[in-house]
């Protein structure tokens, strides 16, 4: 009885102690999305200040999208000393699964003034059959 | 200890005896239509000093920058790129509307040289500072 409760003392100092302990990790970030379905097309806007193309990937795999994008933490010029900071820099990932099958043919993805756009044709569907029950 | 006192959207002031807000403000950001603040980031240099603000989906000609009596002012407002077909949102994450951020310098500044620029959804503020605030070397007659 007493081993049982000194093993769940233990058990929960470790785990305070996991929580404490650690050094903090930096809060996971990810950018803003908002999707707009157009019936025939799905369109996302992500909001990514201060990328350049080349900082965001798009993949799309079956029905899952996943968007990767890194912004490097701007260098400070000699003699520059942050005051305040609120911005924030480093890698995201956010992925979604799509309702619908994408025409990847016709896939666009357009950055402009901070702002991706990525326009998802969605794939003809397939067509009803009618299957017919054969008498044995 | 830095010359900048951040001005703090939205933080009451009751409670900080003495602390009349500066007549610039005399909106709260409870009060004012703010429906978003934008990230902004402060640097400083012996020169002057540099603020920028993540302003993604903002057009540069609905940015409006002024610099009175030590402070700056950025308003400004995001336009929904779409006409307002609310019907075909699946997600809505990202903020639109009007903004407002200011920041009170200490330092003197040369509000004649003050500039701007907005790149890739990043604004930039240069804000150099007056020519009796930047350090200055004295040469020793001898």
Known sequence: MFDLHRARIDNLARTLGELFDETPRPEP???????IDHGDNLVLSIDLPGYRREDVVIEID??????????PEPELADG????????????????????FGVDRERIAAELTNGVLTVQLPKAEPAKPRRIEVRAA | MSAV????????????????????????????????????????????????LDVPGVRSEDIEVTFEAGNLVIRGEKRAEQASEDRGYRLIERTRGAFERAVRIGTPVDAESVSAECRDGVLTVWLPKAAEARPRQIAIAS
């Open chain 1, 80 to 99: 520059e000393t942050p005051v305040h900071r609120e911005r924030r820099f480093g890698r995201f990932e956010r992925s979604f699964t799509l309702g």
């Open chain 2, 5 to 52: 006192t951040r001005y703090r959207p939205g933080l009451p002031t009751l409670g900080q005896p003495g602390s009349v807000p500066h007549p610039l403000f005399r909106l709260s950001d409870a009060m004012r239509n703010t429906s978003w603040l934008p990230a902004l980031d402060l640097v400083e240099s012996a020169d002057g000093f540099r603020v920028t």
């Open chain 1, 62 to 71: 079956g029905r899952q999208l996943l968007l990767r994008g890194e912004r």
């Open chain 1, 29 to 35: 970030w990810a950018p803003a999305v908002d999707v």
